[in-house]
Nanobody, 124 residues
Framework: QVHLVESGGGSVQVGGSLRLSCSTS????????MTWFRQAPGKEREAVAG????????YYAGSVKGRFTISHDNTEDTVYLQMNSLTLEDTAKYFC?????????????????WGQGTQVTVSS
């Protein structure tokens, strides 16, 4: 089976930056949507950034626009989330998800693969 593996999380101070990576392992499969989600203990899971691979269009939640950037490499097997100007509200566990249907929507899915998540902690 195919799995997604996130990396790059850690602890940073307010105003700092982190770059998260999401890589595919196992058998190679075609993916059309890749999306970063986050969930904090006191909040619902939310989609923060997504990309539709065939045309490269990106989508962002209003809370991260201008600070976060989603991208993918030329082999389309890794997606990144560059996070700048981090705030306390960005503290959460971040997950990546992939959708294998051509009609998937980057911020809605459907998704058939999920990673285990990587923790991001922002402190002052």
């Amino acid at each position: 089976q195919v799995h997604l593996v996130e990396s790059g999380g850690g602890s940073v101070q307010v105003g700092g930056s982190l770059r998260l990576s999401c890589s595919t392992s196992g058998d190679t499969v075609r993916t059309y949507c890749m999306t970063w989600f986050r969930q904090a203990p006191g909040k619902e899971r939310e989609a923060v950034a997504g990309i539709y691979i065939p045309n490269g269009r990106t989508y962002y939640a209003g809370s991260v626009k201008g600070r976060f950037t989603i991208s993918h490499d030329n082999t389309e097997d890794t997606v990144y989330l560059q996070m700048n100007s981090l705030t306390l509200e960005d503290t959460a566990k971040y997950f990546c998800a992939a959708g294998g249907l051509v009609a998937c929507r980057p911020m809605q899915g459907p998704y058939d693969l999920w990673g285990q998540g990587t923790q991001v902690t922002v402190s002052s």
